[in-house]
């Protein structure tokens, strides 16, 4: 039994800048094989070139998690490149901050879609392809705090993240029995640019008053004192990509450096 995930085919989904990217790029470190997925074409290439520079393996292919066919390319792209898939991150999301009575029906489907559904399409596409490969098989969404506790002014972002902490469990009650793990990380509060997404839209618009005040109020209580760094999440990525963790499924790991104790 290892911990390692060298020449395991690994896709990270929203790696194309923030938590994804420092995922990607630690699992290359290790010797994974990469693919970079992204709505974003130019983060993804460039992540991917960079680990390429670092003496890594990488493409970058772009893709939209809420669009099937999107996915179903992704995957297929992947197994063209590395001949098999061993791990997939369902890690792209988006962040709105917005009070709780100010939140439209097109904010809930916004963040729905891409958190949310986003996640179900590539567990539904990335079983698919551990089935066809004869079962096993990594699967690790990006859940948050937001998915233990309801939090305002994110209600909409909380209940997405409760469905991915839902699909988690349900996915790994699915795919059991094909030796598939499903399990998910819950990061706490990240330095990354999500932050820059604003309560009037969702471009980044550059970092406002109002974010650095949400950031601020939610850094204040975490035990280990400090917001963390997106590489703050890279130690337990190879640990759910490896043979170490075959015999855990269904887990929502809170790696938050003590913000929430449940
Ligand atoms: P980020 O905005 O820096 O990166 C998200 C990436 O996802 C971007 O590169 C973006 O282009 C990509 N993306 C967005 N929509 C996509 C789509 N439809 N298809 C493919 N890619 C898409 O955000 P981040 O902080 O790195 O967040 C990554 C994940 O971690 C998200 O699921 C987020 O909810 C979660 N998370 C973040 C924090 C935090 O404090 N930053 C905390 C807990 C959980």
């Given at each position: 039994?290892?911990?390692?995930?060298?020449?395991?085919?690994?896709?990270?989904?929203?790696?194309?800048?923030?938590?994804?990217?420092?995922?990607?790029?630690?699992?290359?470190?290790?010797?994974?094989?990469?693919?970079?997925?992204?709505?974003?074409?130019?983060?993804?290439?460039?992540?991917?070139?960079?680990?390429?520079?670092?003496?890594?393996?990488?493409?970058?292919?772009?893709?939209?998690?809420?669009?099937?066919?999107?996915?179903?390319?992704?995957?297929?792209?992947?197994?063209?490149?590395?001949?098999?898939?061993?791990?997939?991150?369902?890690?792209?999301?988006?962040?709105?901050?917005?009070?709780?009575?100010?939140?439209?029906?097109?904010?809930?489907y916004r963040v729905m879609d891409i958190n949310a559904m986003g996640v179900l399409i590539c567990i539904q596409e990335a079983s698919k392809q551990f089935i066809s490969q004869g079962g096993g098989g990594k699967i690790v969404n990006t859940a948050s705090i937001a998915g233990k506790q309801g939090y305002e002014p994110l209600a909409h972002y909380s209940a997405s993240k409760f469905a991915v902490v839902a699909l988690t469990q349900a996915a790994a009650r699915a795919f059991g029995k094909y030796k598939i793990n499903v399990n998910a990380i819950c990061p706490g509060v990240v330095a990354t640019d999500m932050w820059k997404l604003i309560d009037k839209g969702f471009k980044d618009e550059g970092l406002t008053n109002r974010d650095n005040e949400a950031f601020e109020g939610f850094s204040a209580d975490i035990l280990l004192g400090r917001a963390s760094r997106p590489d703050d999440l890279v130690g337990v990525s190879i640990f759910l990509a490896s043979e170490g963790s075959d015999y855990m499924t269904g887990q929502s790991m809170l790696v938050d450096g003590g913000m929430v104790l449940v």
């Amino acid at each position: 039994m290892s911990n390692t995930v060298e020449n395991r085919s690994i896709i990270v989904t929203g790696s194309g800048r923030g938590i994804g990217r420092s995922i990607a790029e630690g699992l290359a470190k290790e010797g994974a094989r990469l693919v970079i997925a992204d709505i974003d074409s130019v983060t993804a290439e460039a992540t991917a070139a960079e680990i390429r520079d670092a003496g890594g393996q990488a493409i970058g292919i772009v893709a939209d998690v809420t669009d099937r066919a999107s996915v179903k390319a992704l995957i297929a792209r992947a197994v063209a490149e590395y001949g098999r898939l061993d791990a997939m991150f369902n890690n792209a999301g988006i962040a709105q901050v917005k009070q709780f009575n100010d939140i439209t029906e097109d904010d809930w489907y916004r963040v729905m879609d891409i958190n949310a559904m986003g996640v179900l399409i590539c567990i539904q596409e990335a079983s698919k392809q551990f089935i066809s490969q004869g079962g096993g098989g990594k699967i690790v969404n990006t859940a948050s705090i937001a998915g233990k506790q309801g939090y305002e002014p994110l209600a909409h972002y909380s209940a997405s993240k409760f469905a991915v902490v839902a699909l988690t469990q349900a996915a790994a009650r699915a795919f059991g029995k094909y030796k598939i793990n499903v399990n998910a990380i819950c990061p706490g509060v990240v330095a990354t640019d999500m932050w820059k997404l604003i309560d009037k839209g969702f471009k980044d618009e550059g970092l406002t008053n109002r974010d650095n005040e949400a950031f601020e109020g939610f850094s204040a209580d975490i035990l280990l004192g400090r917001a963390s760094r997106p590489d703050d999440l890279v130690g337990v990525s190879i640990f759910l990509a490896s043979e170490g963790s075959d015999y855990m499924t269904g887990q929502s790991m809170l790696v938050d450096g003590g913000m929430v104790l449940v």
